[in-house]
Nanobody, 121 residues
Framework: QVQLVESGGGLVQAGGSLRLSCAAS????????VGWFRQAPGKEREFVAA?????RYTRYADSVKGRFTISKDSAVNLQMNSLKPEDTAVYYC?????????????????WGPGTRVTVSS
């Protein structure tokens, strides 16, 4: 079983950048596809990005394509550029022991506690 913890959240102005990281303990990311989801106040948790177990395959929500990049080594990182106020949310890292990730929240078995991102206008 893997435990996840996110870091890197904070306050940034619109147009700025942040880099989120997700660290694993218990087992390495070698066994898992990993995703990032986010949840804004009063809204459902929504898919942001995911990366396959091999790290060869990635997928993104349309709202972040071209601005966010997910990568995987010993940690799973989410580089967020050109941030907008609508990117404000708590960002969650999640994992599933499967080769390819989906974009469905219920498909992921392990979740971190989240890290807050606030983008000011």
């Amino acid at each position: 079983q893997v435990q996840l913890v996110e870091s890197g959240g904070g306050l940034v102005q619109a147009g700025g950048s942040l880099r989120l990281s997700c660290a694993a303990s218990g087992r390495t990311f070698t066994y898992y596809s990993v995703g990032w989801f986010r949840q804004a106040p009063g809204k459902e948790r929504e898919f942001v990005a995911a990366i396959s177990r091999s790290a060869r395959y990635t997928r993104y929500a349309d709202s972040v394509k071209g601005r966010f990049t997910i990568s995987k080594d010993s940690a799973v990182n989410l580089q967020m550029n050109s941030l907008k106020p609508e990117d404000t949310a708590v960002y969650y890292c999640c994992a599933v022991e499967r080769q390819f990730p989906s974009d469905a929240v219920n498909d992921f078995d392990y979740w971190g506690p989240g890290t807050r991102v606030t983008v000011s206008s």
